[in-house]
């Protein structure tokens, strides 16, 4: 059973960059579709970005295409998050999800097998 620990959230002022990594450990993320959602304090999870185990397509919601990006590494079996332009409704805890026989339908949470424990991102205006 694949963990996951998401680590490289943070405070800082609206207009910065943050990357957040998912490093799993028990599997590969190369036998994965992986995704990355985020919740704030009395909100729904929402989709953020996804990337598919085969091929590598990448997914993003309306809400922060052009400013993240998904990304994966397989030597160091590692998912990225890379948000530029922060806002403050970016502020949230991000979470790292994997799905393990499903590798399409990303943006939906039911699809996903395993979850992170999050890290918090809180952007300043």
């Known amino acids: 059973q694949v963990q996951l620990i998401e680590s490289g959230g943070g405070l800082l ?3 910065g960059s943050l990357r957040l990594s998912c490093a799993a450990s028990g599997g ?3 036998s994965y579709a992986m995704g990355w959602f985020r919740q704030a304090p009395g909100k729904e999870r ?3 970005a996804a990337i598919r185990r085969s091929g590598g397509d990448t ?3 309306d809400s922060v295409k052009d400013r993240v990006t998904i990304s994966r590494d397989t030597a160091k ?3 990225y998050l890379q948000m530029n332009s922060l806002k403050p409704e970016d502020t949230a805890v991000y979470y790292c999800a994997a799905a393990s026989t499903i590798d399409y339908g990303l943006g939906d949470l039911s699809v996903y097998d395993y979850w992170g424990q999050g ?3 809180t952007v300043s205006s």
């Open 46 to 48: 929402d989709f953020v």
């Open 59 to 61: 997914y993003y919601a």
């Open 77 to 79: 079996n590692t998912v």
């Open 28 to 30: 590969t993320v190369s």
């Open 119 to 121: 890290t918090q991102v």
């Open 13 to 15: 002022q609206a207009g």
